[in-house]
């Protein structure tokens, strides 16, 4: 049973526009939750993080918010950039990675 | 700094065969980790260590094997490769349970 889920496959914006990527989790206990981008034929790269202290954490462009009632994050991108174009996982500590959205920016 | 490497890069095995995936890491981190990545599956973990000399399992490490007998390296064995071991194998390094920084994967094809 899967314990991080994005339901969200992929996902188009606009240049210049948010881009907002969502991941729900199960377990209530879980305390620490991170962002990976992932480019095709490389690794992962860590983007952002949020503990479960916190209900936003921001850096630059990005954005997490988690909302521990909903066992529910978000990453937010604004302004959205070609550059961003890449799968974006959201993960539980290093154990549960969610399945991935493929973000397109449109320029 | 190389950061995380891995070794080989593309392998292609019969069944049965055995291999050994090599993780190295010059960060001087803690925890090292074993994942696969399948189509639709996103990263699962295979196995992990907390420090040298320790191992321990992760969701799915049925048929691997892994040994951390020096801080910076982490390997990954097969002992008798089957096509349901057809993946890309990504080896990560952290920091306690901070952030990971992960290799840039090895493609396995088990014919």
């Known amino acids: 049973d899967q314990q991080v889920k994005q339901n969200s496959p992929s996902l188009s914006v606009q240049e210049g526009r948010i881009s907002i990527l969502n991941c729900d989790y199960t377990?209530?206990?879980?305390?620490?939750f991170l962002w990976y981008k992932k480019y095709p034929a490389e690794g992962p790269t860590f983007l952002i993080s949020i503990s479960s202290i916190k209900d936003k954490n921001e850096d630059g462009r990005f954005t997490v918010f988690l909302n521990k009632s909903a066992k529910h994050l978000s990453l937010h991108i604004v302004p959205s950039q070609p550059g961003d174009s890449a799968v974006y996982f959201c993960?539980?500590?290093?154990?549960?990675f969610g399945t991935g959205t493929s973000l397109t920016v449109i320029p | 700094n190389a950061g995380v490497t891995q070794t080989p890069k593309f392998r292609v095995l019969k069944t049965g065969q055995s291999m050994t995936l090599l993780c190295a890491q010059d960060?001087?981190?803690?925890?090292m980790y074993w994942y696969r990545q399948d189509p639709g599956m996103g990263l699962r973990l295979i196995h992990y260590?907390?420090?040298?000399?320790?191992?321990a399992k992760g969701e799915v490490p049925d048929g691997y094997n892994v040994s951390r007998l020096k801080k910076q390296n982490f390997l990954l064995g097969l002992e008798s490769a089957a096509p349901s071991q057809t993946s890309v194998y990504f080896c990560?390094?952290?920091?306690?349970?901070?952030?990971?920084?992960f290799g840039p994967g090895t493609r396995l094809t088990v014919t």
């Open positions: 260590s907390v420090g040298e000399g320790t191992t």
């Open positions: 993960a539980v500590h290093q154990f549960y």
């Open positions: 990560a390094s952290s920091r306690r349970q901070f952030e990971q920084y």
């Open positions: 377990n209530s206990m879980f305390d620490y």
């Open positions: 960060m001087n981190h803690e925890y």
